[in-house]
């Protein structure tokens, strides 16, 4: 079983926490105390959230480039606030790293077993999405996929199909090998049907449609949206990228679904308070079932565990997989269900 207390104090040890940075922020530091893969820190001007970035100064200038955009062209302020270093920077370089600085957000994480957190939260996406309309950004083409879902699916494919070529060379499987192998079939096939609905969709068309592309967040997890006074604020927008609305639908519906193993009730809360403060269209619903359609976490385990992406031991893997198989039928029940419930 992976250790996640070792895992995150392992990620936090890396962290240089000294005086010199926090004067590069022209704060004083009253208390420091680990929150997830940051630290929060109390400062002479409040509640401070300090975090080391893992990637690129350009990533991290689309990420500022786009909250700055929906805070300055359409005023919608519920997003994560980022302070300025004393020469002006929003990030300081220590020691070769990457840290940037962001104001507390007061609140609570929301609860998608909560349908009055997964309200709030569906209707502040469709605000956020409103805001982000219109924001675009060329220099780094990667953080633009509009348009290039339905090659993602087919990459996706044709690794699950190398992984399956790879482990039927081996000349004994373990216990993950023999679940993979029984079961890499089956999904292939789901793949194909999600590929196939997506084709038959309209998905080229709306991605041609200004009004469909947005900032999605991509990362839509509980922790990530915080409920204050009745309202939803979004954090940590590190993988944030361009396209179309209904791909954060897709990534909030997956993780609300399997909080009550894949009942409907949670997605009709989800597309009904998201239409109260956005617009979906037949074209897009049609899209979104595509999307949704597809295993991506069939597709994420054994690309994670024959990549070693992930630090986790054997038995981890294991036991995930297993749980992927047991619901597989209340997810195969719930696509129709969607299908059928929201007339696509």
């Not at 956020?128 to 083409?141: C, M, N, V």
């Not at 070529?165 to 049907?193: A, P």
Request: glycine content about 2%; proline content about 1%.
């Amino acid at each position: 079983m992976l250790d996640l207390k070792s895992y995150r104090e392992k990620e936090l040890a890396s962290y240089d926490l000294d005086v010199e940075l926090f004067n590069e922020f022209n704060f004083s530091v009253y208390n420091v105390m680990p929150l997830r893969k940051a630290f929060l820190i109390s400062t002479d001007k409040g509640e401070k959230i300090l975090k080391k970035i893992d990637y690129t100064i350009e990533e991290f200038k689309f990420v500022l480039a786009a909250v700055n955009y929906i805070k300055n062209e359409n005023e919608f302020n519920r997003i994560i606030d980022f302070n300025k270093t004393q020469s002006g920077e929003y990030y300081c370089i220590k020691n070769g790293d990457l840290y940037c600085v962001m104001d507390m957000i007061e609140g609570k994480e929301c609860e998608f077993s909560n349908p009055v957190d997964l309200s709030i939260s569906s209707f502040g996406l469709g605000q956020l999405h409103s805001a982000s309309e219109g924001f675009r950004y060329s220099k780094i083409a990667s953080k633009n996929i509009c348009g290039k879902m339905i090659k993602g699916f087919k990459r996706k494919k044709e690794e699950v199909n190398f992984l399956k070529k790879m482990v039927n060379l081996y000349e004994s499987l373990n216990e993950f090998d023999e679940i993979f192998i029984k079961n890499v079939d089956y999904y292939l096939e789901q793949i194909d049907k999600s590929i196939d609905i997506m084709n038959k969709s309209q998905y080229y068309k709306l991605c041609s449609e200004e009004d469909k592309i947005v900032l999605c967040h991509h990362d839509l997890a509980h922790h990530n949206i915080i409920i204050k006074d009745e309202e939803a604020y979004f954090i940590d927008f590190d993988y944030a990228i361009i396209d179309l609305k209904v791909h954060d639908l897709s990534n909030i519906i997956s993780k609300a679904a399997k909080v009550f193993n894949y009942s409907i009730d949670n997605s009709k809360i989800i597309i009904s308070n998201y239409c109260k403060s956005n617009t979906l269209s037949k074209n897009e619903m049609e899209v979104l079932f595509g999307m949704l359609s597809f295993p991506e976490d069939f597709y994420e385990i054994v690309k994670s565990y024959y990549t070693k992406r992930k630090d986790w031991s054997n038995e981890e893997f294991i036991n995930k997989m297993k749980r992927k198989m047991a619901n597989e039928e209340n997810r195969v029940e719930f696509l129709k269900n969607f299908k059928e419930d929201l007339k696509i």
